[in-house]
């Protein structure tokens, strides 16, 4: 059995959990930063960093202790993210593995949430598709065999997460948005407000979501629906166009397996749909999975370590990191 201690710091949520042969969480801890940038309506990067330095010597001992025995390797999230948060991760990460004489494993954020799904009861098999949809990032990616990826298609301009975030402000809905939008949606029409669809007709796989957050600020200005009613149909919008982007992509590779993981992957909504409607073995990890947490960088990194891929402790973070060479 190997055990390996993965640490997420990217964005808000300081996620430390120790996993072993990369599908069994042993013990996990994860800090939200959520109420003190909620004020701000927003993560401010500062604080952020500031917030990870506190908690992760305390969350780590805690993780540590909890799960008994040996650590093997230590994976860190070096970038995507916010650099601040992310030097916090990576040189904590480097210094255990240092002081430990073990590997450390270097693990690319949107890795960590394909491999959240290993963590479940039902784990898919490779090749399969992936719709990866959070506050950063909207993207399918083709995913062969572990660590090879292409990128099919991604958002032009906004994040879907980041449109939730915006128009819930847009509303006056407390940050993060995509759960208030949930919960205002709950009561709302979600034909109310005909909102567009995004690139509908094309053959492209790229996502936009600018346009849509555009029509709900006209739409708050001028009509006066319901927030509830706009919460709904923006709601709808937002997961219809990944819903065809990800119909047209599993008709364009011939997928039979498909993921969804990231924060928006807690969407009830999406998750609803897309395993009701999409025409492929559908993995969607639950709900604490799906926000960041330590655990699935973890389950990216034993993987990462398993194919040869530890990185050596002179690699740093690097807030635009790609995913592919
Ligand atoms: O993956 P994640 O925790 O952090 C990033 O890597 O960005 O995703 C956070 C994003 C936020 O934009 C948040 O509003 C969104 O996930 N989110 C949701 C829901 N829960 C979180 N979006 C829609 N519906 C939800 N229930
Ligand atoms: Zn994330």
């Given at each position: 059995m190997s055990q390996i201690l993965g640490i997420e710091t990217s964005c808000d949520e300081t996620g430390i959990a120790v996993v072993s042969d990369g599908v069994r969480v042993v013990a996990q801890q994860v800090a939200s930063q959520?109420?003190?940038?909620?004020?701000?309506g927003g993560v401010v990067p500062e604080?952020?960093?500031r917030r990870h330095t506190e908690c992760i010597h305390q969350l780590t001992a805690k993780t540590l202790a909890d799960a008994g025995g040996h650590i093997d390797a230590v994976a860190a999230t070096c970038g995507p993210g916010l650099m601040g948060s992310l030097l916090v991760g990576v040189n904590f990460a480097k210094a255990l593995a240092y002081s430990w004489g073990v590997p450390y494993v270097p693990v690319h954020h949107l890795e960590g949430h394909i491999f959240s799904v290993f963590l479940?009861?039902?784990p898919p098999e490779f090749p399969f598709l992936a719709l990866i949809v959070s506050g950063g990032h909207t993207c399918l990616i083709d995913c062969p065999r572990p660590h090879h990826y292409t990128i099919l298609g991604s958002t032009r301009d906004d994040a879907v997460?980041?449109?939730?975030?915006?128009?819930?402000?847009?509303?006056?809905?407390?940050?993060?948005?995509g759960p208030s939008i949930q919960k205002a949606a709950e009561e709302g029409d979600p034909k109310a407000v005909a909102f567009p669809r995004a690139m509908n007709q094309s053959d492209s796989l790229e996502f936009s979501y600018?346009?849509?957050k555009t029509a709900v600020l006209y739409d708050v200005r001028g009509n006066g629906h319901a927030t509830a009613?706009?919460?709904a149909s923006f709601q709808r919008a937002a997961v219809e166009q990944l819903l065809t982007k990800t119909k047209a992509a599993l008709a364009q590779t011939g997928a039979r397996t498909l993921i969804v993981a990231g924060g928006v992957a807690a969407n009830a909504l999406l998750r609803e749909r897309a395993t009701r409607e999409l025409d492929a073995a559908v993995h969607i990890p639950p709900l604490?999975?799906?926000?960041?947490?330590?655990?699935?960088?973890a389950a990216?990194?034993?993987?990462?370590?398993?194919?040869?891929?530890?990185?050596?402790l002179d690699g740093s973070a690097n807030p635009g990191l790609a995913l592919t060479d």
């Open positions: 959520v109420e003190t940038h909620a004020v701000f604080i952020a960093s479940t009861d039902n997460g980041e449109s939730f975030d915006k128009v819930a402000r847009l509303l006056g809905l407390p940050y993060p948005g600018s346009g849509l009613d706009v919460a604490s999975l799906c926000l960041d947490n330590g655990a699935m960088i990216a990194g034993y993987s990462r370590w398993l194919h040869g891929h530890a990185g050596g």
